[in-house]
Structure formats: C-alpha cells, structure tokens
C-alpha cells in the first residue's frame, strides 16, 4: 500500500564505487522528481521527469544519472562515488504536471547514503 | 528566483504552548505554498497547503494563511503537544515553468513535557 518507495532505505559503501537508488509509486502519478538532503537538512531539487521525460536537471554532477524505464519507476545512479555525496536522497511524485504547481508531492520514506 | 525563508530553529516550547513558525518567500509567479514535516528518521509529509492568496491550510491543529501582501506563510498551533516534535518545512511550487518545490531550510521543533 506504500505510495512511494525507496530501495535501499540505507546504502553505506566505499568511496569510487557505483551504486542506484530505485524508486516505485503506485499513484498513478505522471511526474517523478529526487531531491538531495544534505546534512543541515537542507532540501534542493536535483532531477524531475514527466511521462519518462527529463524536465528538470539542476547543477548535478553528471556522475549522477537518472532513469525512466517507466511512468511508475524513477532510479537514480550515481557513478564514482565520493564523500560529499553522503546525504539523504528523497523520491517524490505528483500528479498531472501540466495543470499547475498546486498539485501536492507525495515523498518516499528517503534513503541514507553514507560514503566512506 | 524563487526562495523560501524560515526562522532559524531549534525552537524550543514547552507543551501546550502557542506555536509560530515564520516563513516568507520570493517568487516570480503565483505559487502554491506549502508546510512539510519531517519526523525523526522518517520522510516528510505534507502537513497543508494554500494554493491561492488569501487561502487557509490547516490539518491536525495547524494553520497558515497565504498571504501575498506580505508573501508569508507563517504555520502557527495554537497548542503544541511533545509528538509535535518534528522539523517542519516551508515551500513553493511556481505555477509555470520547472514546477518542483523549493524547499526553506526547516525550522526544528522541540516540545518539551
């Protein structure tokens, strides 16, 4: 019944490693975002996408790759990691992206990722 | 752009104590506000929202109000219990163009017995 959800909640790895978030909603949802967390809670969006389209795609690292194989799926892969990746990573979704900002987001549970 | 300003926190209260959680914001358009919460270890949950001035959020005692005179959003309770213990999150979501929240910093909320 989960709306959102996140695999793994925790993922602790070494430094250079290549590792995914997943990221499923059951909604019926047509847009998809990840937002970063970091460690003063500070929240910033890094990628949006709508019916499998890149809409949004901040400042990120293009060690950071997002995919689509679906409106449902939105999975994150980040290459060569480092410490400064270490934070929170937050799935999101809302519905009908085209009507307006009003639409609420539904956030994923989050998953922590600590670098060593 | 757009940005969202929060009081700096811990704020610290005891319980049954009258809550205020300032928040004011730039935007470019005519967004729709937002409050998050975020429990310990824990996702963030809409708490409410407004999505035009004058508007009136509220949901399990809270309330804020749109207010686009002063571009505020201020959450306020008019008595806080301890499981009101939580970060709380003030954001916009522009009616046009990218359409993803921009986030304040939080405001941590410590209620005390």
């Known amino acids: 019944d989960t709306a959102v959800s996140q695999t793994p909640k925790y993922l602790v790895t070494q430094m250079g490693n290549d590792k995914s978030i997943k990221c499923e909603q059951n909604?019926?949802?047509?847009?998809m975002y990840w937002y970063k967390q970091d460690s003063k809670k500070f929240l910033k969006i890094m990628f949006s996408?709508?019916?499998?389209?890149?809409?949004i795609n901040e400042t990120v690292p293009n060690r950071f790759s997002p995919k689509s194989p679906d409106k449902a799926h939105l999975n994150l892969h980040i290459n060569s990691l480092e410490l400064g990746d270490s934070a929170v990573y937050f799935c999101?979704?809302?519905?009908?992206?085209?009507?307006?900002?009003?639409?609420?987001?539904?956030f994923g549970p989050g998953t922590r990722l600590l670098v060593l | 752009g757009n940005s969202v300003t929060q009081m700096e926190g811990p704020v610290t209260l005891s319980e049954e104590a009258f809550l205020t959680i300032n928040c004011t914001y730039t935007?470019?358009?005519?967004?729709?506000l937002f409050w998050y919460v975020q429990y310990p270890g824990e996702g963030l949950q809409l708490l409410l929202k407004?999505?035009?001035?004058?508007d009136k959020g509220s949901n399990k005692g809270f309330e804020a109000t749109y207010r686009k005179e002063t571009t505020s959003f201020h959450l306020e309770k008019g008595s806080v219990q301890v499981s009101d213990s939580a970060v709380y999150f003030c954001?916009?979501?522009?009616?046009?163009?990218?359409?993803?929240?921009?986030f304040g910093s939080g405001t941590r909320l410590q209620v005390q017995p």
């Open positions: 999101a979704s809302s519905q009908d992206w085209a009507s307006g900002g009003y639409r609420t987001q539904y």
């Open positions: 909604l019926g949802h047509d847009t």
């Open positions: 996408y709508n019916n499998k389209e890149l809409i």
């Open positions: 935007a470019t358009g005519y967004p729709s």
């Open positions: 407004a999505t035009k001035a004058d």
């Open positions: 954001a916009l979501r522009e009616d046009t163009g990218r359409r993803a929240l921009t």
